[in-house]
């Protein structure tokens, strides 16, 4: 079950408050995807945002939500999401049944952004939903209370979607596709990513730019034998284990060689590079 | 006298009648000038060719008389009677002939003469033109060799082959004058002592043509262009003493043999010195009295094992080492003629192969364990050294004798292409992967063994920091082209040498013109850079500019890998720890610089500053402290700083080749006098000096072999392609089968384990539909398992909740949707609205699973596997192929019953180009009597190339839109086809396929019969699954278990 479900619809400002980014989240800007952001909400458009796993999407869109000023729903899609679990539903309380909004209920009601996070992952059914708010009508019907939401100027929709895992079965349609602005995201070039690897894990600038360096040298093995490259995530948790005194080779290996792949000679290469780099 | 000329006058005018009584009075006047004899010796042919051409005579006429005062009377005869035989084919020649013979007879010294009229006498009576031919020609024959007593013996030679075959004695002559060229030239070289007794490489040459001219003719001519190929090897009197003395004695077998040993030996003293070649005539020896055919088989076969043995592993520059091996070589095979000769040929001509994967010293014991083992089963013993047998290769390898390139290649490339971003090959030097992928930079060369330091950590920490350094030339743009950089350094190249020039002429001194003579005419020579040359400069073209090239070729390569070294030293803090290691490696094996020549001596320190960090050697430091300094500025200004690129390296070259240069110019003078006298002094002691000479000369070459010296070889240096050479010594290239109608050819890759790399479009399959059989068969397969088919039936149809997956929110369904209800009732109580879709269902996914049934059906399906060997007549066993095709009726139920898309086919294999794919099922078809017919016509034939098959099946099977796709194999035993290698090869190439298959979405699953070696299987299908059915009659029940586990 996601988080808002079990939350109370207290309709009004105090719900939409969980919302609100506090912090300044850190976010390296890489291109000019701030400014694309930017026109496209206030052009009222949908997003898409897409690319590998870990390379800063949803950070992306937490550093926008916080610079809009805007709150930022999130929804992890799954393949059990109904459209119910989107729009809401009513529940009993005592004797009572009261209207719970859904998370998008509750991103249009306020004029949130809201974030579909690997929107492949939901049922077609679902995806459906979102059609009468990503053309110029967006509105959200709410059928259930017969309500027709109509987006205040400030919502946006944003959603996620990774190509690299494209089989024939997991594939956006395309009028879900044509639907929205896409925004392309890869990891970090090197300069950009051993800042984010350093500061995000508090080490110093020469170790993370051996990870980084780490990086791209398995990035270079995806296509003979890995199915991706490591992501700026996992470079990430690798400095975090360094930071705290792990030994850095042991770290690497932890972080870095073993979860991206089981293959045992790619995992030895990678251990290669590893001890190569530190 | 005027009796006489009356009568010769009256006699011509008898020969002459239609001559003018002018002409006539001529003539006899000419003829006058000749002894009486003569004159009526002329005559006397002039009578008979009278009768054929009147223009012929009078031209013989006019000529008789000078002729005759070149020739003797006998050879004067012979020459009229040449003219003649001419005109009898052709009176225009006849008389061209005669109009010109005084010149070209009076060009020839004068011993010659006779013997070509005697050679053309003779070539005459089978083919005029060739005598034609051999006349006009002589003059330049004679020039050509220069040596008159030379040229006395060789038309001796001709006359006498041509008393066998006109046509070789042409040969003869065609191919004297390089042979002899090629003696002088060896006379040259070894300056001939003045020993008058001692004979010289001319007359040895000469000596041993007219031997085989005695016994064959045609085999004289070819020796000749034998000698023509070259003996510039030859480096002293003994071996051109031996090689002769040796062919001579092979005379006594005939022409033939003798020809063929010395083209071999020729091949063998070339690459493998003058000691290989006395181990190699010990062993044709022996050979020898074994019979003439099988020697004939070793002679012939030596020059192709010794090229593939001296290009195995080793380097041109290593020619010492390449001796080397191939005297370890004869040296183990002359071991085992002792005990059989058939064996020693065998391992003989397995050697280069051996040699490829592994060390000498692995190679000797190899070699000695083989012919132990099968000291007299000559079958066994080809099955071993031919490498196929699993005894054969352990024995080679050894079981911890370091690490193979072969078992770490593919974990080495996965590295380097990780560093270099680009698909790289890695091939073991020596061997040279298919043409069509081999480019510049795309391939590493590696050893195929490194046994160095007794640990296979540390022995893998060598191959690391080579395939780095590969890497990192790649990286940091050994072959980058056209950078500014580099072209700043064409530029400072060419104005060194244009300055250099300059001064040379300025100075206006013989003296330093002859020292800088290479600069100066380069220099002069050399014109600038295209436009276009320019823009596709790379360090090659840089190098080219220098004036020598080896030299720079020989300072770039040194200082570049420093510059590499360095670099990932920057670039990569944890490879620093390996190259340190394997520099400290490096520094023990230095040579102490004091004992070398100062030449060497400055490579040396060349080579210790820029590779391993400093001077090791403290003599050293001082006895050259200035170049020393001088050296390490120029490596510290170029190549130690920061993102130095290609181009620096070329200007680090030219500093350095110029302060080489220099040196060389003060040391020359000084070192020329020296010289001088060391060599005076070495003649007085000849024998402990040359020994220890000997000894420094050993000590070099073992350095040159040491595995790091690869650092300071050549970037560019190309290897021979021995690789075509082995597979021409191992395998005999298999044909093509035409393809019938409706055959579909398919072409695919297949892996060669020893070159690390595919073999590209190796292997073609044909796919073809299998034959119709009875349908009663599969019809009587029903009938006997009709129990067995219903419960079949029903498990499938119950099963794969794999494939059926969980609905909510349904119409209508198995069960409630728990929170759909819960829903519906808030709803109605707070809408009295509410959804219907209160229900999960479970439903089946669209297509899921895709499988492909592959069937072995090699020949050695067709063993009969009983359960009563005792009973063979009441309880018959059945064949392994037909047990199979049971299998596969009971499957085709199963699957029919659940519903999954399949196919069936079954594969054979007659060498690669020939691997048949028989479908019996495809994809979609319909399970009809059809395909019934067609699993009743699957039988056995021929081969078993696993590899090819499976990647046919596994690409029809990429193309299924399925989520699982699952690729069975049922196989009875290991791969096997007749150019598939050894098992190993066979082994590998199957594991890539299964592997690429994998990787490509498809899970493939072995099931198999074979029960003889667990491990063996175990590394075959490890990766993937497999299963063994140990009671073959119990696998049809069995697969539909296998299968349903499968995909459940
Ligand atoms: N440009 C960036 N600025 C700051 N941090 C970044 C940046 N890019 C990546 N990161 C780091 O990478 C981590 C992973 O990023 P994020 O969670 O946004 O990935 P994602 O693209 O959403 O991945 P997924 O597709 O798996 O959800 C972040 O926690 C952050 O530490
Ligand atoms: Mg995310």
Redesign the pocket.
């Known amino acids: 079950m996601t988080q808002p479900l079990s939350s109370p619809a207290i309709p009004g400002d105090q719900a939409i408050e969980k919302y609100r980014i506090k912090k300044e ?6 291109k000019n995807e701030h400014a694309l952001f930017e026109t496209a909400h206030s052009a009222k458009l949908p997003v898409m ?1 897409k ?13 926008m939500a916080y610079k809009l000023g805007r709150p930022l729903v999130t929804v992890a899609c799954h393949e059990d999401l109904s459209a119910t679990d989107l729009v809401g539903r009513y529940l009993l309380e005592g004797d009572d049944t009261i209207w719970h909004d859904g998370p998008l209920t509750t991103a249009v009601r306020h004029g949130a952004i809201c974030y579909l ?2 929107v492949v992952e939901a049922r077609k059914d679902t995806i459906v939903l979102i059609h009468p708010l990503t053309d110029d009508r967006r509105i959200l019907p709410v059928e259930k209370r017969g309500e027709l939401l109509s987006a205040p100027d400030d919502f946006m929709l944003v959603i ?1 979607y ?1 190509p690299g895992y494209q089989s024939v079965l997991k594939d956006l349609k395309q009028s879900t596709r044509q639907r929205f602005l896409s925004i392309e ?1 890869d ?2 070039p090197a300069e ?2 051993t800042q ?2 350093a ?2 894990a508090g080490i110093d600038e020469a170790m993370a730019r051996d990870l980084v360096k780490i990086g791209e040298k398995v990035r270079n093995l995806k296509g003979h034998g890995l199915e991706e490259g490591v ?3 996992l ?2 948790y690798a400095a975090q284990l360094i930071a705290r005194g792990v030994n850095p080779v042991a770290a690497c290996e932890a972080a870095i060689s073993s979860p991206i792949t089981d293959d045992a000679e790619l995992q030895r290469s990678i251990r290669e590079i590893i001890t190569t780099v530190i | 006298m005027p009796e006489e000329k009356k009568g010769l006058t009256g006699a011509l005018s008898d020969q002459l009648k239609g001559a003018t009584r002018g002409t006539i009075e001529a003539l006899a006047m000419k003829m006058g000038v000749l002894p009486s004899e003569r004159a009526w010796v002329a005559v006397d042919i002039g009578a008979s060719l009278a009768a054929i051409s009147l223009k012929a005579t009078v031209d013989f006429f006019k000529a008789a008389p000078e002729v005759a005062r070149l020739l003797e009377n006998g050879d004067l005869r012979n020459w009229a009677e040449l003219g003649r035989r001419i005109a009898l084919n052709n009176a225009e020649e006849a008389s061209e002939f005669f109009r010109s013979s005084a010149d070209t007879l009076g060009a020839l010294p004068v011993r010659v003469r006779p013997l070509l009229v005697n050679l053309c006498a003779r070539q005459i009576v089978l083919s005029p033109a060739s005598a034609l031919a051999t006349f006009r020609s002589a003059p330049q024959t004679i020039s050509a060799i220069t040596d008159e007593a030379a040229a006395v013996r060789l038309f001796g030679i001709a006359v006498e082959v041509a008393h066998r075959s006109v046509k070789h004695s042409t040969e003869v002559l065609n191919a004297a004058p390089r042979a002899l060229a090629v003696a002088r030239a060896l006379e040259q070289t070894l300056r001939l002592d003045p020993d008058p007794q001692a004979k010289r490489p001319l007359d040895q040459i000469l000596d041993l043509a007219s031997q085989f001219a005695e016994r064959t003719g045609a085999t004289a001519a070819e020796f000749l262009s034998a000698v023509g190929d070259g003996l510039e090897f030859i480096s002293e009197r003994a071996e051109i003493d031996a090689l002769c003395s040796a062919t001579s004695a092979y005379l006594e077998r005939g022409g033939a043999t003798a020809l063929q040993f010395f083209r071999s030996a020729r091949v063998v003293m070339e690459l493998g010195g003058r000691t290989s070649f006395e181990k190699w005539s010990r062993v044709a020896r022996n050979v020898a009295n074994e019979g003439n055919a099988i020697v004939y088989d070793f002679l012939k076969l030596t020059p192709r094992v010794c090229a593939a043995l001296a290009a195995t592993r080793l380097r041109r520059r290593e020619a010492d080492r390449r001796h080397e091996v191939i005297g370890s070589v004869l040296d183990v095979i002359e071991e085992l003629t002792t005990s059989n000769i058939y064996i020693a040929l065998e391992c003989f001509k397995s050697s280069p192969r051996a040699l490829a994967v592994a060390s000498l010293e692995q190679f000797q014991s190899w070699a000695r364990s083989g012919a132990m083992l099968h000291p007299q089963d000559r079958r066994r013993a080809t099955a071993y050294f031919a490498l196929e047998s699993r005894t054969s290769q352990e024995s080679l390898r050894g079981a911890n004798d370091g690490v193979t390139l072969e078992s770490i290649a593919h974990l080495l490339r996965l590295y380097v292409e990780a560093l270099t971003g680009r698909e790289m090959l890695i091939a073991p030097i020596g061997s040279i992967p298919d043409e069509s992928r081999i480019g510049d930079g795309h391939t590493i060369y590696l050893p195929s063994v490194v046994a160095e330091f007794g640990s296979t950590e540390e022995d893998f920490r060598l191959y690391k920091a080579l395939a780095a350094h590969a890497a990192g030339q790649i990286e940091f743009g050994t072959r980058e082209i056209a950078t500014p950089d580099i072209r700043a350094a064409i530029s400072e190249i060419d104005a060194f040498f244009i300055e250099k020039a300059r001064e040379v002429d300025s100075r206006n001194d013989p003296e330093f013109a002859i020292h800088s003579e290479q600069h100066y005419l380069r220099a002069r020579q050399l014109r600038p850079l295209a436009a276009e040359e320019l823009e596709a400069a790379d360090y090659r073209t840089a190098l080219g500019r220098f004036a020598n090239i080896g030299l720079a070729t020989r300072i770039f390569t040194t200082l570049e890998n420093g510059r590499i070294d360095h670099r990932l030293r920057q670039a990569y803090r944890g490879i620093r720890r390996d190259l340190d290691f394997v520099r400290k490696r490096i520094i023990e094996h230095r040579p102490p610089v004091m004992e070398l020549p100062v030449e060497q001596a400055i490579y040396e320190l060349l080579f210790q500053i820029t590779i391993c960090g400093g001077v090791v050697d403290d003599k050293g430091r001082w006895a050259y402290a200035e170049i020393i300094r001088a050296f390490e500025n120029i490596i510290a200004d170029y190549l130690r700083r920061d993102a130095s690129s290609v181009g620096d390296t070329l200007i680090a070259t030219l500093k350095v080749y110029s302060l080489i240069g220099e040196q060389k110019q003060q040391k020359d003078a000084e070192q020329e006098a020296s010289q001088q006298e060391q060599e005076a002094d070495e003649e007085q002691s000849e024998n402990d000096e040359g020994e220890s000479r000997q000894q420094k000369r050993a000590a070099q070459q073992q350095r040159a072999s040491d595995p790091f010296t690869q650092w300071s070889q050549s970037v560019e240096e190309t290897l021979p392609s021995d690789s075509e050479m082995l597979n021409e010594l191992m395998n005999a290239e298999s044909s093509e089968q035409e393809l019938q109608e409706g055959d579909l050819a398919f072409f695919y890759d297949e892996w060669d384990r020893e070159l690390g790399d595919h073999r590209a479009k190796w292997c073609r399959v044909i796919q073809r539909e299998n034959r119709r059989g009875p349908r009663d068969f599969v019809e009587g397969v029903r009938a006997r398992y009709s129990g067995i088919i219903s419960s079949i039936r029903h498990q499938f149809q119950m099963l794969k909740p794999e494939s059926l997956r969980r609905v909510k929110g349904e119409l209508d369904g198995e069960d409630f949707d728990l929170e759909a209800v819960i829903d519906h009732h808030v709803d109605k109580r707070s809408t009295g609205r509410a959804s219907d879709r209160l229900y999960v269902r479970r439903i089946r996914r669209e297509r899921e699973v895709a499988v492909s049934f592959l069937l072995d059906m090699s020949s050695s399906t067709a063993r009969t596997i009983t359960r009563h060997p005792n009973q063979p007549y009441t309880r018959p066993g059945q064949k392994i192929i037909d047990i199979e095709k049971q299998g596969l009726v009971l499957m085709s139920e199963a699957l029919e019953a659940v519903g999954d898309s399949y196919s069936i086919s079954g594969f054979t294999s007659e060498g690669r180009r020939n691997v048949k794919y028989f479908v019996v099922k495809q994809f979609g078809e319909k399970y009809s009597p059809e395909v019934e017919r067609r699993i009743g016509g699957i039988t056995y034939h021929n081969n078993t190339r696993l590899g090819a098959a499976i990647r046919h099946a596994a690409t029809e099977l990429e193309r299924q839109d399925a989520r699982t796709k699952l690729l069975i194999v049922l196989s009875d035993g290991r791969p096997y086809d007749h150019d598939y290698g050894d098992s190993r090869y066979a082994r590998e190439d199957t594991k890539m396929a299964l592997r690429q298959a994998k990787t490509n979405g498809i899970t493939p699953f072995c099931i198999t019969i074979d029960r003889e070696s667990e491990a063996e299987l175990k590394d075959l299908y490890g990766e993937v699954g497999y299963t063994i059915i140990d009671d073959v009659l119990s696998l049809p029940e069995r697969m539909p278990g296998i299968y349903r586990r499968l995909t459940t």
């Open positions: 989240p850190y976010y390296l800007s890489i945002l690319g590998p796993t870990g390379c800063g999407k949803t950070r992306f869109v937490e550093a996070d690997e996620s990774n995201f990891y970090p950009a990513e984010i690897v500061r995000e992501s700026t995530r470079l990430v």
